[in-house]
């Protein structure tokens, strides 16, 4: 419709009362006028209950609380690196800005490895415009984490403490803290929006167990914590979905169950190991199993098996009949896994998750699928290679 319109002027208002924080009233409330026409009224809440940040007796904090108590262990992480070196203009240096958060009173400090990626020099701010210069402990960009340290004095420093990224749940009130565009120490408060998401890491590996929330992250929050109401952090802010480059409320946190180990190996070993196995595979659909006749309904195709790779030296076989099924692309003639040490596998991420809990050297128990025989197949887990199939 044209402005001015009747649509146009009920919208301002919807608009206005949500930039204002409305409070969701449910659906379904019913309004009869004069001429004997119902009208439908139906509100949408677009922010948590005030009352998910309360203090209670379980330990729930308001907002302000958390912010109070965990904003002065948030930093703000500025990298510079060399871009290029012009015969003609010399070095030319970039700067990337994004968040982190100290862990302990011996001055290290988490945040993202795409925030310190190829960084020549990095410096943390906690407040105003005093930079500290930072040491890199050690990166893994299979998890986009990185591990920095800084020598200022214990007193001066306020860890915030590790929560248990399992024990969190679909609707658990959130706060996120960051830097985002480089405003110092924002908060914004949200939802646990879903669990077990999977994100790309900077080197094309997979991140699981991922946190996705609807509290408001924008560009410079990457590296800050997300916490729960008790102020507690449970993951790493690290990515958002959006099609303008904006926050459009599905933002992503690497878990902070993940982080426990990323940082505990960078601190010991100065980096991260991971086990590899080296396939690529395809989950059996149901139009799959019925029109080519496969022996098991349920179980991973191995579409490939990388050159080199434990697998490989393990003897397991890669499809190679490339078919299409009602508009998915599949490859057959390969082994198909249908356990690992014993737990059934019915997607990728099932035996990737089992790989994901042990170390390089470990023995991995595959039964698998060949043709019309069953068979158990031992594998040593390699360490994962810095790129997928490399």
Same mark, same amino acid.
């Given at each position: 419709? !044209?402005?001015?319109?009747?649509?146009?002027?009920?919208?301002?208002?919807?608009?206005?009362?949500?930039?204002?924080?409305? =409070?969701?009233?449910? %659906?379904?409330?019913?309004?009869?006028?004069?001429?004997?026409? !119902?009208?439908?009224?139906?509100?949408?809440?677009?922010?948590?209950?005030?009352?998910?940040?309360?203090?209670?007796?379980?330990?729930?904090?308001?907002?302000?609380?958390?912010?109070?108590?965990?904003?002065?262990?948030?930093?703000?992480?500025?990298?510079?690196?060399?871009?290029?070196?012009?015969?003609?203009?010399?070095?030319?240096?970039?700067?990337?800005?994004?968040?982190?958060?100290?862990?302990?009173?011996?001055?290290?400090?988490?945040?993202?490895?795409?925030?310190?990626?190829?960084?020549?020099?990095?410096?943390?701010?906690?407040?105003?415009?005093?930079?500290?210069?930072?040491?890199?402990?050690?990166?893994?960009?299979?998890?986009?984490?990185?591990?920095?340290?800084?020598?200022?004095?214990?007193?001066?420093?306020?860890?915030?403490?590790?929560?248990?990224?399992?024990?969190?749940?679909?609707?658990?009130?959130?706060?996120?803290?960051? &830097?985002?565009?480089?405003?110092?120490?924002?908060?914004?408060?949200?939802?646990?929006?879903?669990?077990?998401?999977?994100?790309?890491?900077?080197?094309?590996?997979?991140?699981?167990?991922?946190?996705?929330?609807?509290?408001?992250? /924008?560009?410079?929050?990457?590296?800050?914590?997300?916490?729960?109401?008790?102020?507690?952090?449970?993951?790493? &802010?690290?990515? %958002?979905?959006?099609?303008?480059?904006? &926050?459009?409320?599905?933002?992503?946190?690497?878990?902070?169950?993940?982080?426990?180990?990323?940082?505990?190996?960078?601190?010991? /070993?100065?980096?991260? !190991?991971?086990?590899?196995?080296?396939?690529?595979?395809?989950?059996?659909?149901?139009?799959?199993?019925?029109?080519?006749?496969?022996? =098991?309904? !349920?179980?991973?195709?191995?579409?490939?098996?990388?050159?080199?790779?434990?697998?490989?030296?393990?003897?397991?076989?890669?499809?190679?009949?490339?078919?299409?099924?009602?508009?998915?692309?599949?490859?057959?003639?390969?082994? %198909?896994?249908?356990?690992?040490?014993? $737990?059934?596998?019915?997607?990728?991420?099932?035996?990737?998750?089992?790989?994901?809990?042990?170390?390089?050297?470990?023995?991995?128990?595959?039964? %698998? $699928?060949?043709?019309?025989?069953?068979?158990?197949?031992?594998?040593?887990?390699?360490?994962?290679?810095?790129?997928?199939?490399?």
């Amino acid at each position: 419709m !044209e402005a001015g319109s009747g649509w146009t002027r009920m919208g301002s208002l919807v608009l206005a009362g949500l930039l204002g924080g409305g =409070v969701a009233v449910g %659906i379904g409330a019913a309004v009869t006028s004069d001429s004997g026409v !119902e009208t439908v009224i139906r509100t949408v809440s677009l922010t948590p209950p005030v009352s998910s940040f309360q203090a209670s007796e379980n330990g729930a904090q308001s907002v302000q609380q958390i912010y109070e108590q965990a904003g002065p262990g948030v930093v703000q992480v500025t990298s510079t690196s060399v871009v290029s070196d012009s015969p003609f203009f010399g070095p030319q240096a970039a700067t990337s800005l994004g968040s982190g958060f100290v862990v302990d009173k011996d001055g290290y400090i988490v945040t993202n490895y795409h925030v310190i990626e190829a960084a020549q020099e990095v410096e943390v701010n906690f407040s105003g415009d005093d930079r500290v210069p930072a040491k890199i402990v050690g990166s893994d960009p299979s998890t986009d984490l990185a591990v920095l340290k800084i020598g200022t004095q214990a007193r001066a420093l306020t860890p915030l403490p590790l929560g248990n990224s399992d024990a969190v749940r679909v609707g658990d009130a959130v706060v996120a803290i960051g &830097n985002p565009f480089g405003l110092e120490r924002s908060v914004t408060a949200g939802i646990v929006s879903a669990l077990q998401r999977d994100i790309m890491a900077p080197n094309g590996f997979t991140i699981d167990k991922v946190i996705q929330t609807d509290a408001p992250i /924008n560009h410079g929050n990457s590296g800050g914590p997300l916490l729960n109401a008790r102020g507690e952090v449970i993951g790493v &802010n690290s990515q %958002i979905e959006s099609e303008t480059g904006g &926050n459009v409320g599905i933002g992503f946190a690497v878990p902070v169950n993940t982080v426990k180990e990323v940082v505990a190996q960078i601190k010991q /070993n100065g980096r991260v !190991e991971h086990a590899y196995l080296g396939v690529e595979m395809q989950a059996i659909s149901d139009e799959l199993s019925q029109t080519f006749n496969l022996p =098991v309904d !349920e179980g991973l195709l191995v579409a490939n098996v990388v050159d080199g790779s434990p697998a490989q030296e393990a003897g397991l076989k890669g499809g190679d009949q490339a078919v299409i099924v009602e508009g998915t692309s599949y490859v057959l003639g390969g082994d %198909i896994v249908t356990r690992a040490d014993g $737990q059934s596998v019915a997607a990728p991420d099932d035996l990737r998750r089992v790989v994901m809990e042990k170390d390089p050297g470990d023995s991995l128990t595959l039964d %698998i $699928q060949r043709g019309d025989s069953q068979r158990t197949v031992s594998v040593t887990l390699g360490r994962q290679p810095a790129l997928p199939g490399g």
